[in-house]
């Protein structure tokens, strides 16, 4: 087995530690591989319930009227996730695209917008004009607020309740970390603040920002009474198919208006073609619940490995996990630098390439990508990225396949090696 290992030059002594940590995680990979079972048979039945028929995956173009392939997929994206509607489209070009949508769509001047879990995802500050840009949501008037999470990383349900005023109209909660070492917020925790949320005001609009949580738990944030969850195709749910998208799920008010906004005013959802793209959407929703299964894996062995080796991760090498990103501090650029050119090492696309960090749009430091991709820029795929500033962490997702996943993990400890950032005795 080591023998073609070894034809990616990983030495012995790599290989020996990641197999040994391997070994250690036989019931967390179990328990990981219910879920997987769980969420694949609701995936099924979602498709049998919306009688899916290969008629569906015929293209359209132009307006798209009539997409039944189109309002097919829209339906059991609304199953899944246990919503009244849903807008799935590949009009919606990323996941920011898709958050913003949500939010210009349901906010009107003089409305406020409160976030519950921070600060939210570096791309929406320039979405909601905390950092100043062009057409932002305080261009229209609309204010914002935010609440921060509590050390340990709860609600601060006190502040929420002094924060909540007669403007206050959407409720913004982040359940994936982003580029910050909090917390992933579970969905059970999720639900229980929007119950606290909706007591104080039944109106309220509650979005959670659903992105790499899609799959990872038995339950989803529109389980528990979410107005509208959304997140990017080219992350969990696109299951490494989908070649671009977004989706928004929720109730059917907030779901007109977001189609509204998406389209425009008197067209909504009857417009937009599926351009083809139908098959791999729904074949790509299919398969998600494995490939994030075997995502999780791989996350759940880097940090492992990592921690063994006296790095803060977060989450820990044992806790329960809700989003499939990995934190792992490294404290020195190098460190970071290095991590990010093993996952590049380790790509099928682009693997001879060597990332370096540079400025780019939406984000207010230098970061490093690593991603060789099907999808350009789909972090489904095994990526990991990370903002040049303290503490240099590296965020580690992704992985089509656990095997792939776990030469990842074996080309970032052998780059550290050889860079002497890590010594293995
Ligand atoms: C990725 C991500 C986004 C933005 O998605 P893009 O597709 O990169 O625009 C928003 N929020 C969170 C938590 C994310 O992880």
């Known amino acids: 087995m080591d023998n073609i290992y070894k034809q990616f030059d990983i030495d012995d002594d790599v290989f020996e530690f990641v197999k040994n940590t391997e070994d250690t995680l036989k019931d967390r990979f179990l328990k990981a591989d219910e879920i997987c079972e769980y969420n694949q048979l609701k995936v099924i039945k979602a498709m049998q319930d919306a009688k899916l028929a290969e008629a569906h995956f015929n293209p359209t173009t132009g307006y798209g009227y009539n997409d039944i392939g189109r309002d097919t997929l829209e339906k059991i994206y609304a199953n899944v996730f246990n919503t009244e509607d849903a807008l799935v489209r590949a009009q919606i070009t990323c996941g920011t695209h898709a958050l913003s949508i949500a939010l210009a769509a349901n906010l ?98 509650v979005m959670v920002d659903n992105c790499y949580g899609e799959f990872v738990n038995l339950h989803e944030p529109s389980d528990f009474g979410a107005d509208m969850t959304v997140g990017s195709l080219i992350k969990n749910p696109g299951g490494g198919l989908a070649p671009v998208g977004g989706y928004i799920v929720g109730t059917k008010k907030c779901i007109e208006n977001c189609a509204y906004r998406l389209t425009s005013p008197g067209l909504g959802k009857e417009v937009g073609p599926s351009l083809g793209v139908t098959k791999d959407f729904i074949q790509g929703l299919f398969m998600a619940p494995n490939v994030v299964n075997a995502a999780l894996k791989g996350a759940i062995l880097l940090a492992n490995v990592y921690e063994k080796l006296g790095f803060r991760v977060v989450p820990d090498s044992k806790e329960d996990r809700f989003d499939i990103i990995q934190a792992i501090d490294f404290n020195k650029p ?65 992985g089509l396949t656990f095997n792939h996943a776990k030469l990842g993990v074996l080309l970032t400890l052998q780059k550290l090696k050889n860079a002497n950032i890590v010594k293995l005795s």
Request: with cysteine; hydrophobic share 35%.
């Open 108 to 205: 009107r001047p003089g409305d406020e917008l409160l976030s519950i879990s921070g600060k939210p995802y570096d791309t929406l500050e320039e979405v909601i004009g905390i950092r100043e840009s062009n057409g932002s949501l305080k261009e229209f008037g609309i204010t914002y607020s935010q609440v921060d999470l509590l050390a340990d990383g709860s609600f601060d349900k006190d502040g929420i309740k002094k924060a909540i005023n007669e403007k206050t109209k959407v409720i913004a909660i982040q359940r994936s970390k982003g580029y910050q070492t909090r917390k992933t917020l579970s969905p059970y925790d999720i639900g229980d603040v929007i119950k606290f949320v909706k007591e104080i005001n039944k109106d309220l609009i």
């Open 334 to 398: 190098e460190g970071l630098i290095e991590f990010c050119r093993g996952i590049q090492s380790a790509a099928v696309v682009d693997s001879f390439v060597v990332p370096e960090p540079w400025a780019m749009p939406g984000y207010d430091s230098d970061v490093i990508m690593a991603a060789g991709a099907f999808v350009s820029g789909s972090s489904i795929e095994l990526s990991a990225d990370g903002p040049l500033r303290p503490d240099y962490t590296a965020y580690y997702q992704g």
